[in-house]
């Protein structure tokens, strides 16, 4: 999950505390040269890292602007509108996991409810305004004692569902649908907008994430959700990407030219390409490399995809994998991913 800030030490210490994203893969202070159509026009620095709780599941790509002050949305951000409204967040006991939230005064706008599947969940706002879902997951790989892991998915508003299962679902993979209502729902009347009548459709994968990360990253859904009879906006109408606010989803993938091809056959195609704008080089972040690229559901929501060649394993003593040597579907040994606990933030920062 792409996370814009104003402060990027103050919120990913937040993120530490509360979520136990302490593994730093990588940081960096540069220009974002290639984002021009969503930046104003213009190269833009900042200030970006990317970090992950290793217990399981995704990691947050913190974002600040340098030498521009961030815009904030004017209003919050709520059911109705398009965009990225809620991060989904795995824990392991949703009681343990409102009781430490409790004990530690995180604004808790409600209490555990039931969703529509039967599952209890509860939802969140952070310091900046960003509210988070806190789901019970079952995938885990490491044990640290933590209450929550990494990110697990999203709830996304759009205005056709339909046509948003064109990417969610056919390019994305989350083809099986494990519930379509339409209602006015009790679990979501903690958070603004919800107290509406939307459609809600929760979208799993029938096939499991594969690739080097996957044991750490595991697995995720999707909530697709439209208000009938009602427009809201979008979350960056009026505001550049990374500003404030759940700026993109990320998926790590394999193979960008075949991705380029479906996505462009499914009629949506690229819209950032570090492959053909570095004629083919990966897109060096010091720490790490690859090539990224970026597609836009209909509604105008970011979606990121990141083909890793090299990463630091233990940077300490200079080991870089190139995963372009490796089979691109077998995950990477767990005890090499455990070296990872050597880059998390110990104090702090």
Not at 185 to 198: S, V
Request: charged share 25%.
């Amino acid at each position: 999950m792409g996370i814009g800030v104003h402060d990027l030490k103050e919120a990913w210490q937040w993120y530490i505390d509360m979520f136990g994203m302490d593994c730093r893969i990588f940081e960096e202070e540069a220009q974002a040269m290639l984002m021009l159509p969503f930046t104003g026009g213009e190269p833009r620095r900042r200030h970006a890292v990317l970090a992950v709780n290793l217990q399981s599941g995704g990691g947050f790509e913190i974002w600040q602007y340098k030498g521009r002050e961030p815009v904030s949305k004017e209003e919050e951000i709520k059911i109705g509108d398009l965009g990225i409204l809620v991060c989904k967040m795995k824990v392991k006991k949703i009681d343990q996991a409102y009781a430490f939230f409790q004990q530690n005064g995180t604004h808790l706008p409600g209490s555990p409810v039931n969703d529509p599947a039967g599952n209890k969940s509860f939802f969140l706002k952070d310091p900046f305004g960003n509210i988070f879902q806190m789901v019970e997951a079952e995938d885990w790989f490491m044990d640290e004692k933590k209450i929550t892991g990494g990110s697990y998915g999203a709830i996304i508003g759009v205005s056709d569902i339909e046509k948003s299962k064109v990417i969610y679902s056919e390019i994305l993979g989350y083809d099986e649908t494990a519930y379509d209502l339409t209602d006015v729902f009790p679990d979501l009347q903690a958070i603004p907008g919800g107290d509406k009548k939307c459609r809600r459709v929760l979208l799993k994968r029938s096939r499991p994430f594969t690739g080097p990360f996957s044991k750490v990253l595991g697995q995720s859904i999707i909530e697709l959700v439209s208000t009938p009879g009602y427009s809201g906006k979008k979350t960056y109408e009026g505001r550049f990407w990374g500003d404030p606010g759940f700026i993109h989803l990320c998926y790590d993938i394999r193979n960008m030219d075949t991705l380029r091809e479906v996505c462009e056959s499914k009629g949506f195609p690229f819209c950032i390409d570090s492959m053909k704008s570095h004629a083919g080089n990966s897109f060096d972040m010091g720490e790490a490399a690859g090539h990224f690229a970026y597609i836009q559901d209909p509604d105008g929501t970011l979606i990121e995809f990141v083909e890793t060649h090299k990463m630091a394993i233990l940077k300490k003593l200079g080991w870089y994998l190139d995963l372009r040597k490796r089979d691109s579907h077998k995950p990477l040994p767990g005890w090499m991913l455990r070296i990872l606990r050597y880059s998390k933030i110990k104090g702090r920062l």
